[in-house]
């Protein structure tokens, strides 16, 4: 049976053998991984072709990589594999800081389905939670921690003021 997490993991450790194999034909065992090679491998990584058309690969999948070859070093060396290195040489500040991808919208058909169907709801409180969230973009962790008094008036204009969230910052919408 096919399994997809066994299969990424060979990846890594195939990409990982591929780059010694290529810029350090000396390393001729497991053990003989040093960190250097580790620094290496991580800038050979990020100079590859991305997935999907891209120039270079996103954080994440060079996160995963390294966490792969991190796990399998951490693995054999906790099972006293004869070949194991002394020490890890993958460190946690080895990987990269995760992107963080915008929110995905609606496109128009789909959020007037979603405003359709809210205005169909029974219950009041749900109507309105679902029209706030979809009028505003606050999520809903920022839903639940507005305030009493979170509408406020500035000028001649009614604003909802919402908490710091996804941007932060409290901000007025």
Known sequence: MYNRQVAI???SLRHLATYLTDHHPEVT????IRRTHIEGFKAWLANRGGYRGRATPVATTIGMRLGNVRTFLDRIIEWDYTDAPARN???LGDFPIPDKPLPKFLDDADAAALITAARNLPDLFDRVCVETL????IRKGELRQLAADAIVTIGDNKWLRTPVGKLHTDRYI
Do not use: E, M
Not at 29 to 32: C, D, S, V, Y
Not at 134 to 137: C, D, K, V, Y
């Open 9 to 11: 993991a060979d990846t």
């Open 29 to 32: 065992t497991i053990a003989g």
């Open 89 to 91: 040489p993958v460190l």
């Open 134 to 137: 979809s009028r505003t973009g």
